[in-house]
Nanobody, 127 residues
Framework: QVQLVESGGGSVKTGGSLRLSCVAS????????VAWFREVPGKEREGITM????????YYDDSIKGRFTPSADNAKNTVFLQMNSLKSEDTAMYYC????????????????????WGQGTQVTVSS
């Protein structure tokens, strides 16, 4: 069984930065593909980026491209999300999710593509 634990959320001013962490337990092969999702009340949870922790391949949603970057430290079973140039519309609960099987094409954006989820960490961006 894989457990994911996020941390690093908080409150920040517009234009600021935060780094989220997602620590995974279990065999690395069981969580090779790690995505970050975010959710605001009343809206669907949306996938914003995914990283293949073995190859380093990254997929991005246009809304965060150039501002957010995932990375992996496989020795620590940890995936990070570096978030720069934060905007008020980035305010959301952020979740990491993982799976052992590569999501096909754009399916990396879909909740159903992932087997394991963290509990979420809140990010609030204000002016």
């Amino acid at each position: 069984q894989v457990q994911l634990v996020e941390s690093g959320g908080g409150s920040v001013k517009t234009g600021g930065s935060l780094r989220l962490s997602c620590v995974a337990s279990g065999s690395p092969d069981s969580h090779q593909y790690v995505a970050w999702f975010r959710e605001v009340p009343g809206k669907e949870r949306e996938g914003i980026t995914m990283i293949d922790t073995k190859s380093g391949m990254i997929y991005y949603d246009d809304s965060i491209k150039g501002r957010f970057t995932p990375s992996a430290d496989n020795a620590k079973n940890t995936v990070f999300l570096q978030m720069n140039s934060l905007k008020s519309e980035d305010t959301a609960m952020y979740y990491c999710a993982a799976t052992w099987k590569l999501p096909w094409g754009a399916q990396w954006r879909l909740r159903g593509s992932y087997d394991y989820w963290g509990q979420g960490t809140q990010v609030t961006v204000s002016s």
